[in-house]
């Protein structure tokens, strides 16, 4: 029963959204969107609250083991501070959540994103080296696409970027579309087996 | 420089630090990343989920229907007892499930049936002359496809087509490789820009 | 701790794009088949049309998507066609709602008559399907808390029926649900202002008509710039971009000279 | 069944950790929810190697930007070590929601690989630009990183920062092969027999529309 009744639930939600899909009957139609924004959003929002609350357990307990404890602090503080500011002063475009949302979070957002740029330089330095054909295609690409993409003007603008776009175009799009027909097919195989009962790993376990 | 300019401009420098090594100004940078930005999302999900979708048609127009989904959004609660944690799978079913629903139709038609149709091309178009561009996708997506038969040893004709679809795969990721430095170094333009021009107006 | 040939590789970079961006320099651009698409299709449209755009992006890539976002405002103001904002990455909301103002002001449209902004929902596959079946009814409010009833701008709209098309900006696979749920399931045309990046993920969509038109990247934000005749921060950025291109690539030369100097050597394969 | 390169480097990459006592990560990338097909391919995989983790005591770090995600991969590892015998081993709190923002999410794997030094860094889910932040960063301490994901994108880089990558279908296959679950090959194979029935009807579908420009049945919509 501990596995038996989630499973029933979740095949049942499974066939429910199928069949709604397809049908444009009225009744259908406002069943469809119960589901989706009473059921489906509303139990999401509870996880978030759960991530939030085991954020701060697990954090609460490396405090008392002393691990990392000005770091732990910091965070929780933070956590805390966003959700004080935000039921004092409200989450309109000039309150105090606001300024710390773009003044703080935003550029450190930003600013860790940004290290990607280094690490492009780094792994392109270290990573793509011509080992086999199939490796060199992968450069030549790579190269031709980083060429067209820069104004440099004359051969470059002429020749090689016809040449890049014409890549990006055909072979390029082919290689895409077949993946995206694989892993639709995946999708579709992994969607129905979910809802048979046959895929049963999110239940801890794949036997 | 105004106060929230300065803030910016110290944190970026920690965060960037971590390209050298990991320390402890990175380490004070990360954590309060990580806690604002949970903060951050409980507040929006309280305003636009909770608030809007639950609590004010509950308590204020009293849609009792909606004691349902609350329910199940407070057993997700149940994983902090041992004993209770099986409870917890009930709400996670229902996500699966209709998640699982949805995708069916999503994945069969916008997915895998556009896809082929749009590869369909004649070869032969009308102004009379042969369709290079269009037998090439046609070659791309089938061995493409090939690579990714698992069920029988690449050898053969299916090894022949499964390289080439190699060749193609190689084209996309090195072309995709090409786009997305594009969009890293718009990145780290905006970082360098941000710290040039509003921290130190060394330009404009 | 010694410093690397990693460390040197970022170094490089550093100093490239600093000296760059203190060099003051705008190239001439052609905007591409791409940008000129979508510029026709906005223009296309008939004046005071409803469009629904969605800020599908994170805060991380505001250096990127915020000049595509302002041009495409820009353009659809301009066109005076309606905005309904709404967000369904949480880190778009706030950003959203920004750029929204700051545009409508410079245009001098009015809140609840010109643009509404709705704000955010979660799980995304859910909003685009609900969406399908009542917007009303998924965003009960605006961002503020505003009772929809009191935004003339939004009486009578019920679905994607009633809009002329969806905008998502987007730093990420966002335009993939979009066009698998929105148009896939209701048939909405879907149109997209992306980052760079994911350019060549959604070239098939774009051959396979699902979706209309697509603008990526800084470079695609300058050549807009261009169309609708305001130069804005993509243009200035480019040399700093082709600087960053060329450096990558050098690297990776140098990489393979390495490389195979090394093999060569060994005496092996 | 054809063989995939990529499954003797998990095996070694398991190998590693527990040979050198440090410490495994495993994480299912930014991108992905519960229900998406490379998160529960990425589950099956997680529970082979948590398996093998418990057996010899090495500690899994399991960071994850979705509450969900933590809660059905706690309930996958718990499992796993139970069958392995060994229970009291699981260590709950290196399973961790560590931020649902995206570079929150990456600012915090990254710190766990930077002071935890795990021999061998597993990414198999969806990620998205975070990718190579995740990879470099487990590169620059050298660990063994096996990668697998369906974007397309961040394949190119998980091919040149890792030291094996899963492509795309490639993830599905190899849960099903190291979990040795007959279901999961048996779809394998059915999705190949669709594959050879697809390429069948482009190429017919592409001869007749070049025969007959104004055929519209293999048209869809």
Redesign the interface.
């Given at each position: 029963m501990r596995r038996r009744l989630p499973q029933i639930v979740c095949g049942l939600m499974g066939i429910l959204l199928l069949i709604l899909y397809f049908s444009g009957h009225p009744i259908a139609r406002s069943l469809n969107l119960l589901v989706l924004v009473e059921y489906y959003q509303i139990i999401f929002a509870f996880t978030l609250l759960l991530g939030a609350v085991s954020f701060v357990k697990v954090n609460l307990k490396g405090i008392e083991r002393r691990e990392d404890r000005p770091y732990r602090v910091v965070a929780l503080l933070a956590l805390v501070l966003m959700p004080v500011l935000a039921l004092i002063w409200g989450i309109k475009g000039d309150s105090p959540f606001m300024w710390v949302f773009d003044n703080i979070q935003v550029p450190m957002q930003s600013t860790v994103f940004a290290l990607l740029a280094f690490f492009v330089a780094s792994a392109s330095f270290r990573g793509f080296r011509a080992r086999s054909v199939a490796a060199g295609v992968l450069l030549v690409s790579a190269l031709l696409a980083l060429l067209s993409r820069s104004d440099l003007g004359g051969f470059i603008a002429n020749h090689v970027s016809p040449l890049a776009e014409w890549l990006r175009d055909y072979p390029s799009m082919s290689a895409r579309r077949a993946i995206l027909i694989g892993i639709g097919l995946g999708s579709l195989t992994t969607s129905v087996r979910v809802i048979l009962g046959i895929e049963r790993t999110w239940l801890g376990g794949w036997k | 420089m105004d106060l929230a300019t300065g803030v910016a401009a110290i944190l970026t420098l920690a965060v960037f630090s971590f390209l050298y090594r990991d320390n402890p100004a990175y380490k004070v940078a990360e954590s309060l990343l990580i806690g604002l930005s949970i903060g951050y999302f409980l507040v929006i999900t309280w305003n636009n989920s909770l608030m809007s979708l639950l609590f004010k048609p509950l308590f204020g127009d009293g849609r009792l229907s909606l004691v349902i989904p609350l329910g199940l959004g407070l057993l997700m609660f149940g994983r902090f007892h041992s004993k209770t944690v099986v409870l917890s799978r009930l709400p996670i079913a229902v996500l699966i499930g209709a998640g699982a629903g949805a995708a069916i139709p999503a994945m069969l038609g916008a997915r895998t049936m556009a896809q082929m149709s749009a590869t369909v091309q004649p070869l032969w178009s009308e102004s009379n002359s042969f369709n290079l561009s269009g037998l090439i996708v046609l070659i791309g997506v089938i061995c493409t496809l090939a690579y990714f038969y698992f069920s029988r040893e690449h050898q053969g004709g299916l090894g022949r087509a499964a390289k080439v679809g190699t060749w193609f795969l190689m084209i996309f990721f090195g072309t995709t490789f090409g786009f997305t430095v594009m969009s890293r170094m718009s990145t780290l333009i905006g970082r360098v820009e941000f710290l040039l021009v509003d921290f130190l107006h060394l330009t404009n | 701790?010694k410093p690397t040939?990693?460390?040197l590789?970022?170094l490089?970079?550093?100093v490239v794009?600093?000296v760059a961006?203190?060099v003051?320099y705008r190239?001439a651009?052609t905007p591409s088949d791409d940008t000129r698409g979508m510029f026709d299709y906005i223009d296309s449209l008939p004046q005071g049309s409803l469009l629904l755009v969605s800020f599908d992006h994170?805060?991380?890539?505001?250096?990127?998507v915020r000049p595509l976002a302002l041009v495409f405002l820009r353009h659809a103001f301009a066109r005076n066609h309606r905005l309904i904002g709404i967000a369904l990455l949480?880190?778009g909301?706030?950003v959203g709602?920004?750029l929204m103002?700051q545009v409508a002001k410079e245009y001098g449209k009015e809140y609840g008559r010109d643009y509404v902004y709705l704000?955010?929902?979660?799980?995304y596959?859910?909003?685009i399907?609900?969406m399908g079946?009542?917007i009303r009814?998924?965003?009960?409010?605006d961002?503020?808390?505003r009772a929809w009833e009191s935004l003339p701008m939004l009486e009578g709209i019920r679905n994607y029926g009633d809009l002329a098309g969806v905008i998502s900006i987007t730093?990420?696979?966002m335009v993939m649900h979009w066009?698998?749920?929105g148009?896939?399931?209701f048939g909405v045309t879907i149109a997209a202002f992306v980052?760079?990046?994911?350019?060549?993920?959604y070239?098939?969509y774009l051959?396979?008509?699902?979706m209309r038109a697509m603008v990526?990247?800084?470079?695609g934000a300058a050549e807009y710039e261009l169309l609708i005749g305001r130069v804005g921060s993509g243009a200035r950025?480019?040399?700093?971009?082709?600087s960053?291109?060329?450096?990558?690539?050098l690297?990776?030369v140098?990489?393979?000279v390495v490389?195979f100097r090394n093999r060569r050597s060994r005496g092996g394969t | 069944m054809r063989e995939i390169g990529g499954l003797k480097a998990i095996e070694e990459a398991i190998g590693r950790a527990t040979e050198m006592a440090r410490p495994l990560l495993f994480t299912p990338g930014w991108g992905g929810d519960i229900q998406r097909p490379t998160t529960i391919a990425s589950m099956n995989i997680l529970s082979q190697v948590a398996e093998t983790t418990a057996r010899y005591d090495c500690p899994l770090i399991y960071p994850t930007h979705d509450p969900v995600i933590m809660s059905v991969a706690q309930e996958v590892i718990r499992e796993s070590y139970v069958r392995a015998g060994y229970p009291d081993r699981v260590r709950e709190d290196n399973i961790m929601y560590v931020s649902s923002s995206q570079f929150g999410y990456a600012a915090a794997v990254d710190g766990l690989i930077a002071r935890n030094r795990p021999a061998s860094v597993f990414l198999l889910g969806t990620f998205e630009a975070e990718s190579l932040i995740l990879a470099e960063t487990g590169n620059s301490i050298g660990a063994i990183q096996i990668a697998g994901t369906d974007s397309t994108i961040q394949l190119a880089f998980f091919i040149v920062a890792c030291d094996y990558t899963l492509i795309g279908e490639e993830l599905f296959a190899a849960s099903g092969y190291l979990s040795g679950d007959q279901s999961i090959l048996s779809s394998v194979r059915a999705q190949d027999i669709i594959k050879i029935l697809i390429a069948v009807i482009l190429v017919i579908a592409t001869i007749w529309a070049t025969i007959d420009p104004n055929s519209t049945w293999w048209k869809y919509q």
């Open positions: - | - | 701790m040939s990693r460390h590789c970022f490089g970079l550093a794009v600093v961006m203190l003051d190239p651009l994170e805060a991380s890539s505001l250096p990127e949480a880190e909301t706030g709602c920004g103002n704000g955010f929902k979660p799980q596959v859910a909003a399907l609900s079946e009542s009814q998924t965003f009960p409010e961002y503020t808390g730093d990420g696979s066009v698998e749920y148009n896939g399931r980052a760079a990046a994911m350019v060549t993920t070239d098939p051959g396979s008509g699902q990526g990247g800084l470079r950025s480019m040399l700093a971009q082709t960053m291109h060329l450096y990558v690539l690297l990776i140098i990489g393979n490389y | -």
